[in-house]
């Protein structure tokens, strides 16, 4: 069987640096793909057309201009620069009978000589993935029934290792969250690392630490995504990995977070390594 997210986000070349995708309507979130999803459309694109192995993505930023539904889309790359050891490049992913769509720039990049240290720390003392909560199990009989997305029903699981259920009840503090996620299917490469694109998905994830520190709202809302930056910053072969959530600012109807993911090895029980982080502007919108 093909692996869920590697064949989602499979291109093809259609020539003059254009490719074509579609989307299935299992990304859905209420009621249009994850951007993430989106974005690592792009990406793969971006990564066919500059054919150079030797160059890993290193960072990307995606401003969600228009709506992308699910289906057929057109996907259009531009190179801005190849270089030997660094290329710059941009695509638009749209649907194909829309003139805007979500423009992704990123770039790849080979190692060079330098630094290396990490100076930023997961929360410690969370517990493993099987001691916590699944986003799947139900909820308990006095909250609220809510219908189960595909997204989180059949292509990601979550974890809550930091933070409050939305039935919870508790005294609001810091816009702090954290979870444990993972691919139903992690789309393992040949060289037994997590395909770096879908990293992006899960760190497409912030308004949760929003949630946290506001509590329960009488009136329901959702956050668009704004714009997405990720850095990519090391290899994964954790099935499970370890996002940390924060927001950071919320004023005028929009909200800034950022999102840490950690690989903590086979068994979750690795010193954490970390993988990503990204940033996020988002709105809010009220039911």
């Known amino acids: 069987m093909p692996n869920p997210f590697l064949e989602g986000t499979r291109v093809q070349p259609s020539g003059s640096g254009r490719y074509a995708a579609e989307i299935d309507p ?18 793969r694109a971006m990564a066919a057309e500059l054919g150079d192995a030797n160059q890993r993505l ?21 190179v801005l620069r190849r270089g030997k050891s660094m290329s710059h490049l941009r695509a638009e992913v749209r649907n194909v009978d829309s003139g805007r769509g979500h423009v992704t720039t990123a770039v790849f990049g080979g190692e060079r000589p330098g630094f290396a240290f990490t100076d930023l720390r997961p929360p410690i003392g969370l517990p493993l993935p099987s001691a916590c909560r699944s986003f799947r199990d139900p909820p308990p009989p006095h909250a609220r029934a809510f219908e189960p ?31 444990w996620y993972r ?17 992006v998905v899960l760190a497409d994830t912030m308004p949760g630490a929003v949630s946290e520190k506001i509590g329960q709202r009488e009136r329901e809302w959702f956050a668009p995504s704004i714009d997405l930056t990720v850095h990519l910053l090391g290899e994964c072969r954790s099935p499970w990995v370890l996002a940390h959530n924060c927001a950071r600012h919320a004023g005028d109807g929009y909200a800034s977070a950022d999102m840490a993911l950690w690989a903590c090895g086979p068994e979750c029980t690795d010193e954490p390594r970390l993988v990503a982080y990204a940033t996020q502007l988002f709105l809010f919108r009220f039911l």
């Open 58 to 78: 290193r960072t990307l930023h995606t401003a969600f201009i228009a709506q992308v539904a699910a289906g057929p889309v057109v996907i259009d790359v531009e």
């Open 183 to 199: 691919f139903d299917e992690p789309p393992f490469l040949e060289d037994g690392t997590i395909d770096p694109l879908s990293l």
């Open 149 to 179: 997305m595909p997204f989180w029903d059949r292509l990601v699981e979550g974890r809550a290792a930091l933070g409050h259920a939305p039935w919870d009840d508790w005294v609001p503090e810091r816009a702090e969250r954290a979870y």
């Open 26 to 43: 299992r990304w859905n979130l209420r009621p249009l793909p994850q951007g993430g999803i989106v974005t690592a459309l792009a990406l």
